[in-house]
């Protein structure tokens, strides 16, 4: 069985691509070849596993997720990206850039003063929404799997400085 869902940013988010912009960005988006935003499915793996065990199912957490140097586990976690017809409309107007902005942060020190060299700017995406699957789910899981992704309210880098908030919305079973 599969499960199909939405995540609906409320704010600016940022998954890294572990690349600068030379000068510019000192930490820039994960995009496509299309030069659109996406978010891993190793990415969205690892913070429903973490639900996941919050849950306290070890059962599910093995089977779905696998055991570490043991087994992979049986779900497919796939990238969630952009529906075809917003990836299509974007491209075909040239409208990539307009999906990104920036946003700086400086480190305050004791005395209350900004931390000289401590000026970072990253890349955010603006809220938008992403669809993606997980494969292979036993029966056995699927409410498991849907509790687990339901309790993801922040995704990305600076999660806990405000970016990043999300909701997993429309959560369908497929055969």
């Known amino acids: 069985m599969d499960l199909q869902y939405k995540i609906i940013f409320l704010d600016y988010w940022h ?11 000192d930490s820039s988006v994960v995009k496509d070849s299309d030069n659109l935003p996406y978010l891993s499915g190793k990415t969205i793996k690892g913070l429903v596993r973490e639900m996941a065990e919050l849950l306290g199912s070890n059962d599910f957490v093995d089977s779905c997720f696998g055991r570490e140097g043991i087994d992979m586990g049986e779900c ?19 409208l990539q850039d307009n ?7 400086t480190k305050i020190g004791d005395n209350g003063v900004a931390v000289d060299d ?10 938008i929404t ?10 056995e899981y699927q409410e498991d799997l849907i509790k687990a992704l339901k309790m993801i309210k922040r ?10 908030r999300c909701e997993f919305k429309d959560i369908k079973c497929k055969n």
């Open 76 to 94: 497919y976690f796939s990238n969630a990206s952009l529906d075809n017809t917003t990836k299509d409309e974007i491209v075909s107007n040239n």
């Open 118 to 127: 401590s000026l970072r700017e990253i890349e955010v995406v603006i809220p």
């Open 15 to 25: 998954t890294s691509s572990g690349l600068s912009a030379g000068a510019k960005l």
């Open 99 to 105: 999906l990104y902005d920036t946003v700086a942060s």
């Open 130 to 139: 992403l669809e993606g699957y997980i494969d292979d789910v036993s029966d």
């Open 155 to 164: 995704v990305g880098l600076n999660r806990n400085r405000g970016l990043g």
